[in-house]
């Protein structure tokens, strides 16, 4: 468990917050940082009433509708009038409250045709279960079945990549400073983004794709730069901003937690040397907030000022910020935009590319050009 509790609101805990004292020993490299304000977008409510949702987003073939996870462990269809239908229900299974629940949804690219769609939540018991389920039928197919060894840092994102495989964010299992060591032992899938060929037929094995995460709660992929781009939620410091180049020939790449909190140095914790580590593109302290809640790179075109940029903001504070992805690796131009969104868990989009945003407020928001 955390060492002292900083957070007194279990809504603020969602995101895996940490608390404690670092033992800074020194600087890695520079990453851009906030250097602006802008208005480059609007917000404009599309759904209110919602119990605490985690995630928002659309189901490929399904215009007619926007999707909700619900923490308690409901799904929601919620149509172009607002009318909300559950496609699933798993209340009477969930564990809810603080960092647990439903944490994660996924619907297979061809949801379409097969009507299949995955979901990630925290069992009775705590521990992370993954599975598919086909919309109109019964029954499931389990994909993960995790023991949890604490309440906090169980991850939350489920998405499939470009190359067709079905993604997972885990955090280190919890407690200060990843105190078990797993987010640095390649053997184990706490502390990692790992990968499934979720249509293989027979038992799912998951593959390690990045080492070093302490609670990677939001990530997705930019298909037209073949990135990856996490949200990795700090200790008690530093929020970071990751980008990673996807390269499934090479070894698993380490985002450095806990020998490294954002650029900071930590004492007395061992690098596991296997893998290119890699520092963040952006970070931010907590002196502008303290769980970050990673985003997505803007693709659609109702919003010109947002062309390429990416959205990222932080759930306690509500701040929203976008950048520009530099050539290669790198980030600039962090901006500090004008709107906010209380409780913000999640950053998704339509079917047509255009961001919308998920408040544990119960309320969803759709991103629109700003009015000057």
């Not at 993960?144 to 964010?169: T, V």
């Not at 990856?228 to 990751?242: A, S, T």
């Not at 302290?285 to 075109?301: A, F």
């Not at 913000?344 to 700003?370: F, K, M, Q, S, W």
Request: glycine share 14%.
């Amino acid at each position: 468990m955390l060492r002292r509790l900083c957070l007194t609101s279990s809504l603020l805990a969602l995101l895996g917050a940490g608390c404690g004292e670092s033992d800074q020993s020194r600087e890695g490299p520079s990453v851009a940082r906030e250097t602006g304000k802008a208005e480059n977008f609007a917000l404009e409510r599309v759904s209110s009433g919602l119990v605490r949702p985690t995630w928002v987003g659309a189901a490929p073939g399904d215009r007619g509708a926007l999707y909700v996870l619900e923490q308690p462990g409901r799904v929601l269809r919620v149509d172009d009038e607002g009318h909300k239908r559950t496609i699933l229900n798993l209340r009477n299974e969930v564990k809810e409250g603080a960092e647990q629940g439903m944490l994660g949804l996924a619907f297979d690219p061809d949801f379409a045709r097969n009507k299949r769609f995955y979901v990630h939540w925290s069992n009775r018991a705590g521990d992370t279960r993954v599975a598919e389920f086909t919309r109109g039928r019964k029954g499931r197919r389990m994909l993960l079945a995790l023991k949890q060894p604490e309440e906090n840092h169980n991850g939350g994102q489920l998405a499939f990549g470009p190359d067709g495989r079905l993604y997972l964010g885990l955090g280190d299992g919890g407690g200060a400073f990843d105190p078990n060591r797993n987010a640095q032992r390649p053997e184990r899938l706490l502390g990692k983004l790992v990968s499934t060929d979720a249509r293989a037929p027979g038992r799912p094995r998951w593959r390690v794709e990045l080492t070093g995460l302490r609670n990677p709660w939001r990530f997705s992929f930019d298909a037209g730069l073949n990135d990856v781009w996490i949200g990795d939620v700090g200790q008690d410091k530093v929020e970071e901003v990751n980008r990673v180049a996807l390269e499934p020939d090479e070894p698993p790449k380490n985002l450095g937690w806990p020998v490294y909190e954002g650029t900071r140095r930590l004492k007395g914790k061992r690098l596991d040397e296997r893998g290119e580590l890699v520092f963040p593109a952006a970070q931010y302290t907590h002196e502008d907030g303290c769980s970050i809640t990673g985003g997505v790179v803007y693709r659609g075109t109702r919003v010109p000022q947002l062309a390429g940029r990416y959205v990222y903001g932080d759930f306690c504070s509500g701040v929203l910020w976008s950048l520009r992805p530099e050539p290669g690796r790198g980030a600039r131009d962090v901006r500090r935009e004008q709107a906010t969104v209380p409780q913000l868990t999640h950053i998704g989009t339509d079917l047509d590319g255009e961001l919308l945003l998920a408040g544990a407020n119960g309320e969803i928001a759709r991103v629109v050009r700003a009015t000057r």
